[in-house]
């Protein structure tokens, strides 16, 4: 499988500001997509990444608040914005291939809002 | 949209005995049903997956069987040993990864040396 790297893998930020957070595949994929995991739950997926097209966002979550890029087949970065203690949660990517079935997750990135 | 839902949320069993996680799904059209463990502060990891062609398939000690009639699945471990606990995800997608996986509420694992 793939290895995926996601920067940083933790912060601590303040209310109201911006971050950026990295993934990056060691090879090229076709599908990259960002989830959310707050502490103790399940994974909700926030929206999927295709190089070259717009972000597909799922319910209750919306690209103002969750900028995506994506502008190669080995890079995406999701940034929280205008960040609220309620944005603090694990940040995950995952990617996969149109050629097969099976997805995979980056390490996370740990997300604290105070 | 897929809904996923997942028996038991936590579960004990003593080292040696089997556990059994199971899960239903909503939408008729998936056809693909992986499962992930999850260890404290590590990434989900994939463990064994199912398609829909297939009613079970096994892995060493874990195995995964489908019903697709009654749209349920299950993730059996054997043997369980105290490195199998962790946190157990089902998830259910369309297809191939292209498609989005839709997650389970997951299930706290806890082996009893």
């Known amino acids: 499988s793939a290895v995926i790297s996601q920067k940083p893998s933790r912060d601590i930020c303040q209310r109201g500001t911006s971050l950026t957070i990295q993934c990056q595949v060691d090879?090229?994929?076709?599908?990259m997509f960002w989830y959310r995991q707050q502490p103790g739950q399940s994974l909700t997926l926030i929206a999927t990444?295709?190089?070259?097209?717009?972000?597909?966002?799922e319910s209750g979550f919306v690209i103002d608040k969750f900028p995506i890029s994506r502008p190669n087949l080995t890079f995406s970065t999701l940034t929280v914005s205008n960040m609220s203690p309620e944005d603090s949660s694990i940040y995950l990517c995952?990617?996969?291939?149109?050629?097969?079935?099976?997805?995979?997750f980056g390490p996370g990135t740990r997300l604290t809002v105070t | 949209g897929e809904n996923v839902e997942q028996h038991p949320s936590t579960l004990s069993v003593q080292e040696g005995d089997s556990a059994v996680i199971k899960c239903t799904y909503s939408d008729s059209a998936s056809n693909y049903f992986p499962w992930y463990k999850q260890e404290l502060g590590k990434r989900p990891q994939l463990i064994i997956d199912?398609?829909?062609?297939?009613g079970e398939k096994k892995d060493q000690r874990i195995a995964v069987t489908l019903n697709k009639t009654a749209k349920h699945f299950s993730l059996h471990i054997t043997e369980t040993q105290p490195e199998d606990s962790a946190v157990y995800f089902c998830?259910?997608?369309?297809?191939?990864?292209?498609?989005?996986?839709?997650f389970g509420t997951g299930t706290r694992l806890t082996i009893i040396p």
């Open positions: 090879s090229q994929v076709t599908m």
């Open positions: 998830a259910a997608s369309r297809g191939f990864g292209n498609e989005k996986l839709t």
């Open positions: 990444a295709n190089q070259g097209s717009e972000a597909t966002y």
């Open positions: 995952s990617v996969a291939n149109s050629a097969s079935y099976e997805q995979y």
């Open positions: 199912i398609r829909s062609n297939v």
